[in-house]
């Protein structure tokens, strides 16, 4: 049974820095995508930022320069890490994964305020 591990979220100040990590198991041959969504209270669930099997990034226009999305092949684990935080990048942070089929983390909650 796949499984996805979330970790390092948490309250920080604005212009503050996060870093993510989901680590995925249980079975798992080959992984296509990682990335990451994110929602806030009352707004539909949005890409963060994606990376692909080459490596190749994809990132929502209201991170880009922010964040940077990462992936350890050898550990099944992606990483988010986020820089220059603002108050707006607040929701809950999912992971996702497209193998032989998709698969989402729990979520973690970011909070950025000072």
């Known amino acids: 049974q796949v499984q996805l591990v979330e970790s390092g979220g948490g309250l920080v100040q604005p212009g503050g820095s996060l870093r993510l990590s989901c680590a995925a198991s249980?079975?798992?041959?080959?992984?296509?995508?990682m990335g990451w969504y994110r929602q806030a209270p009352g707004k539909q669930r949005e890409l963060v930022a994606l990376?692909?099997?080459?490596?190749?990034?994809n990132y929502g226009d209201s991170v880009k320069g922010r964040f940077t999305i990462s992936r350890d092949n050898a550990k099944n684990t992606v990483y988010l890490q986020m820089n220059s935080l603002k108050p707006e990048d607040t929701a809950v942070y999912y992971c996702?994964?497209?193998?032989?089929?998709?698969?989402w983390g729990q979520g973690t909650q970011v909070t950025v305020s000072s």
């Open positions: 990376i692909g099997g080459g490596g190749t990034t």
């Open positions: 249980g079975g798992i041959v080959t992984i296509y995508s």
């Open positions: 996702r994964i497209v193998s032989s089929s998709v698969y």
